[in-house]
C-alpha cells in the first residue's frame, strides 16, 4: 500500500526524500515518513515420518492443483509462531522442527511470503472450514500435485532436498 493520504490525520501526503530510501510519502501534520506497507504470509509444507507432504486445497480457492498451509501473520507474532499457528489452524496438526527456507515476493498479490517446512508425528488431519481437502503426497506427487512455477513448487523441492 503506497500512503497517498495519512492513515492518521487524513492530510494528503508529500514525497519527500529519505537518503537511501529516495522520495517517501510524509506527513507534513504528524511529521513522519508512511513508507510503502505489505502483507507477510508464512507458507508451510508438512513432513510425515514416512517423507510424504501435506498439501490441501482451500475451500475458496481454485481446485486443480493444490497448495501450502498459508495465511497471513498477527501483530506480536514471530512468523515461527504464525506458521505453527497456522498448521495447527487449517489441517488440525501439531509440527515440530520447523525451518525457515526462504523469503518470495508474491508479485500477483504483493505480499512477501515467509517460507518453511516442519515435521509432524501425526497423520490425521482436523481440517478447518477454510480448507476442502488435505492429503499426504509422496515427494515425487507432490512435485506434481502443485502449479509449475510457483513459489509452493519451490517451498516443495526445497522440503525434500
Ligand atoms: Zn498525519
Not at 500500500?1 to 495519512?6: K, N, Q, W
Not at 513432513?47 to 501435506?54: F, I, S, V, Y
Request: aromatic fraction near 10%; hydrophobic fraction near 40%; glycine fraction near 8%.
Amino acid at each position: 500500500m503506497h500512503f497517498t493520504y495519512c492513515p492518521d490525520c487524513g492530510q494528503k501526503t508529500v514525497p519527500r526524500q529519505m537518503g537511501d530510501d529516495g522520495a517517501v510519502p510524509y506527513c507534513e501534520g504528524c511529521k513522519k515518513p508512511l513508507f510503502d506497507m505489505f502483507s507477510t504470509c508464512v507458507l508451510s509444507v508438512v513432513k510425515n515420518p514416512a517423507g510424504q507432504l501435506a498439501l490441501i486445497r482451500q475451500s475458496y480457492g481454485q481446485q486443480e492443483t493444490f497448495v501450502g498451509v498459508a495465511g497471513y501473520m498477527k501483530p506480536g507474532e514471530t512468523a515461527e509462531e504464525a506458521a505453527l499457528r497456522e498448521i495447527t489452524e487449517e489441517i488440525g496438526i501439531a509440527a515440530k522442527n520447523l525451518r525457515f527456507l526462504f523469503s518470495a515476493w508474491h508479485e500477483k498479490r504483493g505480499q512477501l511470503m515467509l517460507c518453511f517446512c516442519a515435521e509432524t508425528d501425526s497423520t490425521v488431519f482436523s481440517l478447518s472450514d477454510e480448507v476442502s481437502e488435505a492429503r499426504w503426497f509422496p515427494p515425487a506427487d507432490a512435485c506434481r500435485a502443485v502449479r509449475s512455477g510457483s513459489i509452493i513448487e519451490r517451498v516443495v523441492h526445497a522440503s525434500i532436498s
